[in-house]
């Protein structure tokens, strides 16, 4: 880190390197400016200005730079005097280029690394420190996004492993059962693959689905008339397994069950079933699980509530990404790929409609509400 020299040291040339490097500092693609061995801002290009989100007052010394704020990366405060410009002017070398988070006149804060040399006299006298930025805030970003795609798929895959490992135990078991000639418990055994190969189709059904969502593709729906009861009907076939598993109770409101609607039931049942599910998943054993359906003209409400371990506030955003997982409930093992909501919400948009979520917080339960423009006048199928 090589200081900068800015001449010999004589009256006539203190004053004039400021504008000798204000004029360095215009012609800079990054944000640059220089400040006074007192930390006075003496000139800012315009990149940095649009960053501090505004100039800094003349001649006002123990600036530094033009952020309102400097944070480093653990989020405690920088004061100005341990600013990277101050510690040069205070040492005469150039620190190490460092990263910070910088909060801006308007209160957006990005990641930054800061350079700052000191600019020296002939005799080594520190006059000013010449200052450059680089703003990593979108590499940073991506970064994180990269972290966290790999960190879902490895949860992803522990998952995977896990939801097809019980089914095929199962189906492996029964196998084995009928091998034994006259068995009598073949009708019991039948039912269990039959069961087991339905819940690996539909697992299996869904990681299609989930790769058709990354890819940024259309769930495809089959548009026809049906009714409000054969939706539900279909997604309680769904769920109705699990749900009696846990000893759950499922409360139906079905509001109008004969009136038509123009969609694809079996998606839309689908969905409403991976929501069923979801609430099913974070409820305790034996709880109560809310279905409500009403018309409002062309469109259909549907509303999921459960009274389970409910989210936080920041991750709703979140629930409907796909292989997002958050906390799971304390009665029970991770299950799923997190891909349930994704498909939902897919499956919704492909309806032209919306799905969203509304928690009050830990332990408050989740309400999921469908809004779809898809009652018809048409006679069900």
């Known amino acids: 880190m090589t200081p900068i ?12 390197w400021p504008a000798a490097y204000g004029r360095v500092i215009d ?13 006075a801002v003496v000139h800012s290009n315009r990149s940095a200005q649009r960053l501090w989100g505004g100039t800094c007052a003349p001649h006002a010394t123990g600036q530094w730079d033009g952020f309102a704020a400097l944070y480093r990366l653990d989020g405690a405060p920088v004061e100005k005097a341990s ?10 070398v150039a620190p190490p280029p460092a990263e910070f988070v910088a909060e801006s006149g308007d209160g957006q804060r990005r990641r930054l690394v800061i350079h700052a040399h000191p600019i020296l006299q002939g005799d080594g006298a520190t006059v000013g420190v010449l200052c450059s930025l680089t703003d990593i805030s979108e590499r940073h970003r991506l970064d994180q996004e990269v972290r966290c795609a790999r960190d879902n798929r490895e949860a992803f895959l522990r998952v995977l492993a896990h939801e097809l490992r019980n089914p095929l135990a199962s189906v492996m078991t029964a196998a084995a059962l009928l091998r034994h000639p006259g068995a009598r418990e073949t009708v019991q055994v039948a039912r269990m693959i039959e069961r087991q190969t339905r819940q690996l189709a539909r697992f299996i059904g869904d990681l299609l689905d989930g790769a058709r969502i990354e890819h940024a593709c259309d769930i495809a729906v089959a548009m026809r008339a049906s009714s409000v009861a054969k939706v539900l009907e279909l997604a309680r076939d769904v769920a109705d397994g699990i749900l009696r598993a846990r000893g759950q109770r499922l409360r139906v409101d079905a509001g109008a069950p004969d009136a ?5 039931p079996e998606r839309l049942a689908q969905a409403l079933g991976n929501v069923l599910l979801n609430a099913s998943e ?11 359906v009403a018309i409002d003209g062309a469109l259909l409400q549907v509303q999921v509530t459960d009274r389970g371990i409910g989210v936080e506030a920041a991750q709703l955003h979140a629930m409907f990404e796909p292989f997002r997982k958050f906390a799971a409930h304390p009665a029970r093992m991770a299950s799923g790929a997190g891909l349930g909501l994704a498909i939902a919400r897919s499956v919704c948009q492909a309806h032209g409609g919306m799905v969203s979520a509304h928690s009050a917080g830990p332990g408050q339960g989740t309400r999921l509400r469908f809004i779809l423009p898809v009652v018809d006048d048409a006679a069900p199928a």
Do not use: M, R, T
């Open 83 to 92: 600013s990277p410009a101050a510690l040069a002017a205070g040492s005469g």
């Open 5 to 16: 020299s800015a001449g010999p040291p004589s009256e006539a040339d203190a004053p004039a």
């Open 260 to 264: 038509v609607l123009w969609c694809d």
């Open 282 to 292: 974070f409820s305790d054993n034996g709880a109560e699980i809310d279905l409500a």
């Open 27 to 39: 012609g800079i693609g990054c944000p640059a400016y220089c400040c006074s061995s007192a930390g």
